[in-house]
């Protein structure tokens, strides 16, 4: 009697599946509500704009626990921002399959850094994961994110553009380092030269010196031929 049960059950799921076979499907990748779009563009730019000023802020900052408790807010908002894409994705469908793949193929690359510097707080981490993460966020997230939320609250009927998120400057306050070594290295030229034109005078110096004894010398051998040359020849007869 159970085995016809379990039977009859099977033929009833069989027939629900045949009778519906993309109703699991849509569930699992039904369009977003326009609104919900709206939304997740909205919460992107957010996340987006305080992982941007923590990159801005960072490389001024030398207390360990500012530096991590900066970079552990961006960590936590690029984590978020995953799932406002997954949103927008939906909502976008194909014309947004090229910006969602450059921020899915980069997004790692951020967090990783943002997790380092959390979790180290030097500014040697600083100085290293900022450029880093710049070197792949400002020509690739940044725009693909403008252009996901364009793309998916167009397809569901919005009116609105979404915002330009402007590109971040940490790497250059960053680069001021390298200012002061080539200081240093002009100011070590510069002695070095002052030195050599020290040792070059002092040579001149030497040398003219040099010139003028020898010039002593020779008047003074001259005066003496002179004084030879005038005695009478006869004096040495007498003698």
């Given at each position: 009697?159970q085995?016809?049960n379990?039977?009859?059950?099977?033929a009833c799921?069989?027939r629900?599946?045949?009778?519906?076979?993309?109703g699991?499907?849509d569930r699992?990748f039904r369009k977003p509500?326009s609104?919900s779009?709206s939304?997740a563009?909205?919460?992107?730019?957010?996340?987006?704009?305080?992982?941007?000023?923590a990159l801005?802020?960072l490389p001024?900052?030398?207390?360990?626990?500012?530096i991590?408790s900066t970079a552990?807010k961006?960590?936590e908002?690029?984590?978020?921002?995953?799932?406002q894409?997954?949103?927008?994705a939906a909502?976008?469908?194909f014309?947004?399959?090229s910006?969602?793949?450059k921020?899915?193929?980069?997004t790692?690359?951020v967090l990783?850094?943002?997790?380092?510097?959390?979790?180290?707080?030097?500014?040697?981490?600083?100085?290293k994961n900022v450029?880093?993460?710049e070197?792949?966020?400002?020509p690739?997230?940044?725009?693909?994110?403008?252009?996901?939320?364009n793309?998916?609250?167009?397809?569901?009927g919005l009116?609105?553009?979404?915002k330009?998120?402007?590109k971040t400057t940490?790497?250059?306050k960053?680069?001021g380092g390298?200012d002061?070594?080539?200081?240093?290295?002009?100011?070590?030229?510069n002695?070095?030269?002052?030195?050599n034109?020290?040792?070059?005078s002092?040579?001149?110096?030497?040398s003219?010196?040099?010139?003028e004894?020898?010039?002593r010398?020779?008047?003074?051998?001259?005066g003496?031929?002179?004084?030879?040359?005038?005695?009478?020849?006869?004096?040495?007869?007498i003698?």
């Amino acid at each position: 009697m159970q085995f016809f049960n379990f039977l009859f059950l099977v033929a009833c799921i069989s027939r629900l599946t045949i009778a519906h076979p993309l109703g699991l499907q849509d569930r699992q990748f039904r369009k977003p509500s326009s609104k919900s779009v709206s939304q997740a563009a909205d919460n992107f730019a957010r996340d987006a704009g305080i992982v941007s000023n923590a990159l801005n802020t960072l490389p001024a900052m030398t207390d360990k626990k500012k530096i991590q408790s900066t970079a552990q807010k961006a960590f936590e908002a690029e984590t978020d921002e995953d799932n406002q894409r997954s949103v927008l994705a939906a909502a976008a469908g194909f014309s947004g399959r090229s910006p969602d793949g450059k921020i899915k193929k980069f997004t790692p690359t951020v967090l990783k850094s943002l997790k380092e510097m959390a979790r180290i707080g030097t500014p040697a981490s600083v100085q290293k994961n900022v450029p880093i993460i710049e070197e792949v966020r400002n020509p690739n997230i940044l725009p693909s994110i403008t252009q996901l939320s364009n793309a998916a609250m167009s397809l569901s009927g919005l009116g609105k553009k979404a915002k330009v998120l402007e590109k971040t400057t940490g790497s250059s306050k960053i680069k001021g380092g390298d200012d002061d070594k080539n200081g240093f290295s002009s100011t070590k030229n510069n002695s070095s030269s002052n030195d050599n034109g020290d040792e070059s005078s002092s040579k001149s110096s030497t040398s003219t010196k040099d010139k003028e004894d020898d010039s002593r010398n020779t008047r003074n051998v001259a005066g003496d031929n002179n004084i030879d040359a005038g005695r009478d020849p006869n004096d040495n007869d007498i003698n």
